[in-house]
């Protein structure tokens, strides 16, 4: 740090790679949401249900018995063994609980970890768009490109085999996908999986598969990436209990996948987190036990409440698909005559509503806006309520010019 006259000069304090890094899209449009009163927020992606009694209760009785201390880096072990029971009863998936399974601080930490230990500087990875807005920022910050792949509404916002085949080259090293998707709620069928997972078999890429939310779909089964035939070897499988079991502040996910990726990862984590807290591991383990019921409970919820958003906001002429998992909805504008920005500022001004807009997931979506429905039935419906006023408004606007 040097001084330039009277002044420090602090232009090295900082990454250049972090500084050429944006702000978090989402983050960044709720700072205007905090402290105005009387907002309904569709924003956050955070479940409005508590945490189901039984799991708390687990949390804090194992304080009580004195559970207190680090766990294994790899997570409690007891942990995996649950998680290991779950994909084989359920997927027919059998992962090793000691070498091909970590406990992570939610699935962030497992997406950035997967990164780092198998990118080489310059390696390319496949995005596909709209996304999720770490995961272009966590492919640079590990030294690696990312390739974003735009997708349309009309393609149901999913990638073909043709597009992921032109967007290979000798650099690209991995395909990062989630489904079902954040923003858009979109998912795939075992057919166009196996479609999907032939090019990447051609081109031998390594396939980060973030299922966060697989346990939130709605009209289908969810099928998980590394069931598909052979893909096993080379799938890094992500997943966590955040969402689906409404325990977003108690950082829990996991990675499973081959051994070396595992013990890369595990490496990275020894030295950077050192553990998952034990308390949300142990409450974790409930949740994974005994949480199927009060699951399926939410599960319900979202549902209705995905048919009341997708109804009315269509009949407003915010025109959007039916998410098939997760609780966002992604509606395209364009009926406002607004950008997303101008759409999202003057609907959090004039109607006190807060959306996320569309170019937070991707700049080809300056069209769109994600709302999610994990705030509760009342405030959804004061929220269209709201939203309507505003699209008559400025319909009638778009009509008179």
């Known amino acids: 740090m040097k001084k330039t006259g009277n002044k420090v000069d602090t ?28 907002v309904v927020s569709l924003g956050v992606g955070e479940p409005d249900f508590v945490t189901p009694w039984n799991i708390r209760e ?24 649950i998680i290991h029971r779950m994909l084989k009863q359920s997927f027919g998936l059998e992962y090793c609980a000691q070498d091909e399974m970590l406990i992570t601080v939610g699935v962030s930490e497992a997406l950035d970890l997967a990164m780092r230990a198998i990118i080489n500087p310059g390696d390319e990875i496949i995005v596909p768009e709209p996304c999720y807005v770490s995961y272009g920022p966590v492919v640079e910050l590990a030294g690696g ?5 735009p997708t349309k509404q009309k393609d149901g916002f999913k990638i073909t085999p043709s597009m992921l085949d032109g967007a290979c080259n000798k650099k690209t090293k991995a395909i990062l996908l989630n489904y079902p998707s954040n923003p858009t709620g979109s998912t795939y069928s075992k057919v166009e999986l196996e479609k999907i997972n032939k090019v990447c078999k051609k081109h031998k890429l390594i396939v980060i598969s973030d299922e966060v939310y697989g346990d939130l779909t709605y009209d289908c089964e969810h099928v998980p990436y590394p069931t598909l035939k052979g893909a096993k070897d ?7 209990l955040s969402k689906a079991y409404a325990m977003t502040g108690w950082r829990i996910g996991y990675a499973c996948g081959p051994k070396p990726i595992i013990a890369a990862m595990t490496k990275i984590h020894q030295y950077t987190i050192l553990c998952a807290t034990i308390t949300s591991q142990m409450a974790a383990c409930e949740a994974l036990h005994s949480g199927g019921r009060s699951l399926k409970e939410m599960k319900r919820e979202y549902k209705r409440r995905r048919e009341f958003m997708y109804k009315n906001l269509n009949e407003m002429g915010l025109i959007c698909s039916k998410p098939r998992g997760a609780f966002y909805i992604f509606a395209q504008i364009e009926a406002s005559g607004m950008n997303c920005l101008e759409f999202a500022s003057k609907l959090l001004e004039e109607e006190k509503v807060a959306v996320v807009p569309g170019v937070a997931f991707g700049l080809s979506y300056d069209n769109y806006v994600r709302m999610s429905y994990s705030t509760g039935y009342p405030q959804l419906k004061e929220a269209v309520i709201r939203m309507k006023k505003f699209m008559g408004r400025h319909q009638k606007n778009i009509k008179r010019k």
Do not use: C, H, W
């Open 11 to 38: 232009s090295n304090l900082i990454s250049r790679k972090v500084k050429k890094l944006a702000p978090s899209g989402i983050r960044a449009f709720f700072d205007l949401v905090l402290g105005m009163e009387d």
């Open 58 to 81: 687990t949390g804090i009785f194992s304080i009580e018995q004195g559970f207190t201390s680090y766990t294994s880096n790899k997570g409690l072990y007891k942990l995996r063994l």
């Open 145 to 149: 490109n990312p390739v974003f792949l």
């Open 234 to 240: 080379y799938t890094l499988y992500l997943n966590g």
